[in-house]
């Protein structure tokens, strides 16, 4: 059934009153704090991780899948604020870039996790090493957020903070992988070298939270 000059008409009109109610909202929604509430969330998820990674523990994964499920929570907040809001202190697209990518690097976290359960594989050193500097890493991006409004020099430090936490992740992956050559069970092999690159791509996702802070920094000058 085509559209009528009626149909039309009653569009115009809906649109009017939807610009009116967010013109005449007492408050807009504070769409940095929503940012930095999901950043919480993955730098405690990812603190998790770190602890899954030295131990193992189950605790420690169900803390891991709980943040993964609030930080989608957080994120489905920060995507509606952005669409309610008329305007933002930072430009729409960059809160919207930094909370996917920020919401990828618990994403990988997590990822990391539940192929281990499936594999049964247990964290090494190596994993423990790996797992302390993406948490390192995590957070630092959490306080560049924390800073990226009024101190933007200060949040790019953070952002170079970030890269540098996880700069050594792929030293740490190669060193564990030279460890398997030695190894005999081929299974035990493939499991733990699937589950280094899990780190890697970890630590990827957070230098591509960083990268992306740092661009915001710039706009901002």
Do not use: C
């Not at 790019?156 to 030695?182: I, T, W």
Request: hydrophobic share 50%.
């Amino acid at each position: 059934m085509s559209a009528t000059p009626e149909d039309g008409a009653r569009r115009s009109a809906g649109g009017r009153r939807r610009w009116w109610r967010r013109l005449l909202l007492p408050a807009a929604p504070d769409v940095l704090a929503l940012l930095v509430a999901q950043g919480t969330i993955s730098a405690s998820g990812l603190d998790a991780f770190a602890q899954w990674s030295a131990d193992g523990g189950k605790a420690a994964a169900e803390r891991v899948h709980a943040a993964r499920a609030k930080g989608y929570d957080a994120r489905r907040e920060l995507l509606a604020a952005l669409q309610a809001a008329l305007s933002t202190p930072v430009d729409q697209e960059d809160l919207y870039v930094l909370s996917e990518r920020v919401d990828h690097v618990l994403n990988a976290a997590r990822h990391a996790v539940r192929e281990a359960e499936v594999l049964g594989w247990q964290p090494d050193s190596y994993a423990a090493r790996m797992g302390a500097r993406l948490a390192e890493g995590t957070q630092a991006l959490l306080e560049g957020f924390e800073l990226l409004h009024k101190k933007g020099a200060q949040a790019g430090a953070k952002a170079d903070a970030a890269s540098e936490a996880v700069r050594h992740v792929e030293r740490d992956y190669r060193d564990a992988m030279a460890v398997l050559v030695d190894e005999q069970d081929i299974r035990a092999v493939l499991a733990a070298g699937d589950l280094y690159r899990r780190y890697l791509a970890v630590a990827e996702a957070i230098v591509g939270v960083a990268d992306r802070l740092w661009y915001v920094v710039l706009q901002e000058a």
